[in-house]
Each structure stands twice: as structure tokens, then as C-alpha cells.
């Protein structure tokens, strides 16, 4: 005949076993301090912060989108963000434009631009965003003005500064 074990000794002997808590089985106040104290001394070394920031920074990188969904009609578009040339604000509403097409999507400027990686896409005046890709060249105009020329040739008016669109060329 087998003996019967207490069925917290039973359950404490899988939780040491397998290495996890199970929720299921009734828990010592022993057991639960252990429980919250260990991940804080895991934490506690240099490496345990190295791995911590090198995983947010690997967090911040992805999750720009690299792709955009656009609906026109019937269809799904699907856009690669490097194939952009320009967006544009219309109200709550962006023209995307890439080489002699435009689609709409129902989305504000700001939305877009926070999904956008900063490397790529610069924020050139209250309602156009470029491809930093994309950019042939820099006017000057009247007061300090200046406009930004697209290799497709389109044009958009400057209200940032000359020094910061000149430093994101440079650097992306």
C-alpha cells in the first residue's frame, strides 16, 4: 500500500523539481518572500542592467514601421516606408506619396511620424514629412527660407532650421 503524502509536501517538492511556482498549490509565506527577493538579486549585477538596456535598445530600433497599409478602394497597398517620397497633412488625413502616386490614409501627421524612424523621415514644416532618401538639394529663399527639392522633383517649403535639416542629411 502506498503512503499518502500532506499535499504541500507533495506540491513543494514539484516546485523545487521543476524549478517554478506553481499557482495552483497553496503557497508558504516562506515560498513567496523567496519569490519576490530572487529576481532582485538577479537583477542586482552590472550585467543584468547591461542586458536590460541592450534589450530596450533593440526594442527601440524595430519598432519603426518598415511596411504601410493602405487601403484604396477594393485593394490593399502595401508600401515599403523606403519607397516613400514625401507625406503631406491634410487635416486628420496624410497624403503618401511615392514616385508619380499619392494614396490618403486616415491618420494625423504627428501618429504617423511617432511610427516613422527619425533616421529616415524628417519633419520639415507643420505638415510635411520627407525621406531623407529622397532629398537632391536645398533653395534658399527669401528670409531664411528655404525650399527642399525630391529627385522626382516635387518641392516643399522649409519652416526648420537650415542647420538641423543640413546635420539629419548628413548623418542618415
Known amino acids: 500500500?502506498?503512503?499518502?503524502?500532506?499535499?504541500?509536501?507533495?506540491?513543494k517538492a514539484f516546485q523545487t523539481q521543476q524549478g517554478f511556482v506553481s499557482s495552483a498549490a497553496p503557497l508558504a509565506k516562506e515560498t513567496m518572500r523567496?519569490?519576490?527577493?530572487?529576481?532582485?538579486?538577479?537583477q542586482?549585477?552590472?550585467?543584468?542592467?547591461?542586458?536590460l538596456d541592450a534589450l530596450r535598445q533593440r526594442g527601440a530600433r524595430s519598432h519603426y514601421l518598415t511596411r504601410l497599409t493602405v487601403k484604396t478602394g477594393d485593394r490593399v497597398?502595401?508600401?515599403k516606408t523606403g519607397d516613400i517620397d514625401?507625406?503631406?497633412?491634410?487635416?486628420?488625413?496624410?497624403?503618401?506619396?511615392?514616385?508619380?502616386?499619392?494614396?490618403i490614409l486616415r491618420e494625423t501627421l504627428s501618429g504617423l511620424e511617432a511610427q516613422l524612424d527619425p533616421k529616415k523621415f524628417l519633419r520639415i514644416s507643420r505638415n510635411a514629412i520627407v525621406n531623407l532618401d529622397q532629398v537632391k538639394e536645398l533653395w534658399p529663399m527669401f528670409k531664411g527660407e528655404?525650399?527642399?527639392?525630391?529627385?522626382?522633383?516635387?518641392?516643399?517649403?522649409?519652416t526648420?532650421?537650415?542647420r538641423k535639416a543640413e546635420r539629419a542629411l548628413m548623418f542618415c
Do not use: W
Not at 1 to 11: D, F, K, L, N, Y
Not at 34 to 42: L, M, T
Not at 44 to 51: E, I, L
Open 86 to 103: 514625401a507625406i503631406e497633412s491634410a487635416g486628420n488625413y496624410v497624403a503618401v506619396q511615392f514616385g508619380q502616386e499619392s494614396h
Open 77 to 79: 497597398v502595401i508600401l
Open 160 to 162: 526648420l532650421g537650415l
Open 1 to 11: 500500500m502506498q503512503e499518502q503524502v500532506p499535499t504541500s509536501v507533495a506540491s
Open 44 to 51: 542586482g549585477g552590472a550585467s543584468a542592467r547591461s542586458d
Open 146 to 158: 528655404h525650399v527642399m527639392v525630391l529627385h522626382n522633383g516635387k518641392h516643399f517649403a522649409m
Open 34 to 42: 523567496q519569490a519576490r527577493e530572487q529576481p532582485v538579486r538577479k
